[in-house]
């Protein structure tokens, strides 16, 4: 039988263990620790201090950033210590956050908004999109074998997998609308995907869901590969966006003064960073995902292809419009209220990951 293949790194069963049980520890501490940052620290429409004080550690889950970060030697010229966390997936972020265990997380539209609805305030600090947001989707729907699906008006009545702590939910019920499908006429079974989406991909390999939303690169390669000879099918969804990507941060990481000012300059760097993978999509791809992920040199550049060819706005007018739609979908069908998404958004960051990937001449040899 076929199976599908898992894109989590080398040995990452026993990591993930190992970081669930040091959050679980740490969670009783957490309420007190964010009670007691609230009540002193930097404001939130203070400026931006512009002077990191010497021992501030920024506590970062995001692979992909680090290995370009130690790629080309920026974690060391910024002036601070990164200490990288292998916490991808919004969930894990959100509990990282809830146990005071990070500081920065990476994430699409939905973990920012569903921090909050679990009463973690959090701000957005840089944005990215696809530069081509017009024809490029992020998430396909992954169709099982026996299904009998072979439009969006056929789920009508299917199981289909629902992460209400992901963007995948978002496609779930944007699609939904689209399609004039009402929620009673299908069965949302709420099941959290992986990074490597074989947790979505083996569920419907196996026959427990009818349809689910996995990421339109290599997931989806490999399961049309495995399962296709057995009828398994991919559908585009209606044309909307999932492509926005998130970096965002727990307010009492803001309240620090010194981890503030860190930010600020962690934010350019991160805009630098986006800059560098859309012009080095083969540089990722061997000395990232083939070298450090263990991908085959074609799967490697399929994903590479995936980080790259993105645009890191100056302004946010259109975040704050995406992170909107995704509230304004999810609100209601999850029971959470709605709330206006600017103030998801730190505005003081807003041109910084932008002046990063528009980087003058010098920098960032010159002062970071």
Known sequence: MATTRSYWPRGSTTLAAFVIASIALLFAFAPARRAAAS??????????????PPGVVLRVGDPVTRWVFE???????????????EITGGPEVTEAFHAGALDVGFGASVPPIHAIWMGIPVRIIAFREYADRVSRQAYVFGIAPKAH??????????????SPSQVQAQVVIETLKAAGIRRDEVTLVELSSNIGGDVYTNALASGSIDAAPIRAEVVAQHYIRDFGPRGARL????PFRDDGANVYVPETALADP?????????????????????????????GYFVEKRGLPIDDARVMAAYYSDVAVPRNWAGAIAYQQAAIDTLAPETKHPRFDAAT????????????????????????S
């Open 39 to 52: 009540r002193q620290g930097l404001a939130l429409s203070a400026p931006l201090p512009d002077r990191v």
């Open 71 to 85: 790629h080309n030697g920026w974690d060391k010229k910024v002036p601070f210590r990164i200490e990288w966390a």
């Open 149 to 162: 699906i072979r439009t969006l008006a056929d789920l009508r009545g299917k199981r289909i997998a629902f």
């Open 235 to 238: 559908l585009k969804h209606p």
């Open 258 to 286: 010194g981890k503030a000012a860190a930010l600020r300059v962690f934010a350019r760097y991160w805009g630098l960073a986006q800059a560098w993978i859309n012009d080095h999509p083969e540089e990722l791809a061997r």
């Open 344 to 367: 998801l958004f730190d505005r003081r960051f807003e041109t910084i990951a932008g002046d990063g990937a528009s980087p003058s001449p010098g920098w960032p040899q010159g002062k």
